[in-house]
């Protein structure tokens, strides 16, 4: 008994860190969108010159997220963690510190991109499913509702320290939390797996069969998922990097359009938790039918619709989509092709979300400065958003249970 106890609460201790290392993951990517303007006005630099950072972020990490998924898969996550964490704190510092477009590139682009592959989703969600293999949908949502706490929380200490202090002494500010939060957690608390003698809290183990990695990418339905994981990477990340820019030039108040990105994170907090509980007891494909639906409606709206209130509401509602399919990459992968690889399978689909997300913030850069307007990328996000869909609807979601060794 008090071996189970044990093993219980340091379940949840794991699911905590999960939490607290996205928390400062996800509020520390999101503040570039919040520094946009301010970055584009002192540095002289134009808004698809700095877009073009963050598409370089995207691409890196991306890049990089297979390889993480391999090292978690054969080496212990704490140290693939930890090292990604030291790397992430001392880019944010030195972001405080930047006079130059190409130091932008190798902070942010480069060194930010790397660590932060390591802290991202991926590992933290397959840390979720090693420790809670049955319910792995609802653990991977409770962990990546840091991502939304976080960025309301730190988005929201941004835009008050943006006003007072400058984007400078935010991000040095920023780094050094970050420096003593995730770095313990990361190398001090996590563990790889559950001990062997313990089973995990109030679960049994369930193993999938192993895939060999050259039938992942003969697989019709791993195509699938990187179509519908793509394009939310495209629509996602268009609107972190262009919403709080695209308020402001309607004319909402700095402030005002500060706080929304924050609560955008707020609304998703209920949107993860709903997707996770949907995974875990009808599969991954009801919850993401139910955000690209979501997202039909809002992009359809927002070109004909610009005053406060609905760019506000439009903003709050995608909020509430804007992580749902989070959790869902490890209930797809494990459902489809079993757990021996959900490492791997992770990381290749977290990459395709990325680069795609990276193109979708220089996309939204890209129109405004040619066409000053947001609107007909709003149009393009409302034709990718039937792409999602239908993409969603041909998969062949395969249940966990039918695919035990």
């Not at 130059?100 to 499913?129: C, R």
């Not at 050094?176 to 790889?192: M, N």
């Not at 809002?298 to 070109?303: G, N, W």
């Not at 609905?310 to 494990?334: E, K, N, R």
Request: glycine share 10%; aromatic share 10%; charged share 10%.
């Amino acid at each position: 008994m008090n071996r189970s106890l044990r093993r219980l609460n340091y379940g949840h201790v794991i699911l905590a860190s999960g939490f607290l290392v996205l928390f400062f993951a996800s509020g520390t990517r999101f503040a570039f969108g919040l520094v946009l303007k301010p970055l584009s006005e002192e540095l002289d630099i134009s808004r698809s010159s700095l877009s073009s950072a963050f598409t370089v972020f995207m691409i890196v990490s991306a890049l990089a997220m297979p390889i993480v998924g391999r090292l978690i898969d054969r080496y212990d996550i704490r140290w693939t963690m930890g090292i990604g964490a030291v790397l992430s704190s001392a880019a944010i510092v030195l972001m405080g510190r930047v006079n130059s477009q190409w130091e932008l590139f190798a902070l942010y682009g480069v060194a930010l991109a790397i660590g932060s592959a390591s802290v991202s989703v991926a590992p933290v969600s397959v840390l979720m499913s090693r420790w809670f293999p049955t319910r792995r949908g609802l653990a991977a949502s409770a962990a990546i509702s840091g991502n939304g706490i976080g960025q309301l929380v730190i988005i929201t200490l941004m835009a008050s320290f943006l006003a007072t202090l400058g984007w400078r002494t935010s991000y040095t500010i920023l780094g050094a939390a970050f420096a003593a939060v995730v770095v313990p957690i990361a190398i001090g608390v996590v563990r790889s797996h559950p001990p062997a003698t313990i089973d995990a809290p109030g679960t049994k183990s369930i193993e999938g069969a192993p895939v060999a990695e050259e039938s992942i990418f003969h697989s019709r339905n791993f195509w699938l998922l990187v179509a519908m994981f793509g394009v939310c990477g495209v629509q996602d990340f268009f609107m972190a990097t262009h919403i709080v820019a695209f308020a402001q030039d309607q004319g909402v108040g700095d402030l005002l359009a500060g706080n929304m990105l924050a609560l955008m994170g707020l609304f998703g907090l209920a949107g993860v938790l709903l997707a996770g509980a949907m995974a875990d007891a009808h599969g991954a494909s009801k919850p993401t039918l139910l955000c690209f639906v979501l997202r039909i409606g809002l992009f359809a709206y927002i070109p004909l619709f610009q005053d406060t209130p609905s760019i506000v509401a439009v903003a709050l509602l995608y909020g509430f989509t804007f992580t749902m399919t989070a959790p869902l990459t490890v209930v797809f992968a494990s459902n489809i092709f079993g757990t021996a690889r959900l490492g791997t399978v992770s990381g290749l689909i977290n990459m395709a979300h990325q680069v795609a997300g990276g193109l979708g913030a220089l996309f939204g850069a890209i129109i405004f400065d040619w066409r000053d307007s947001y609107d007909l990328a709003f149009v393009v996000m409302l034709g990718l958003a039937f792409v999602g869909l239908a993409a969603t609807a041909a998969l062949n979601e395969r249940r966990q249970y039918a695919a035990v060794a």
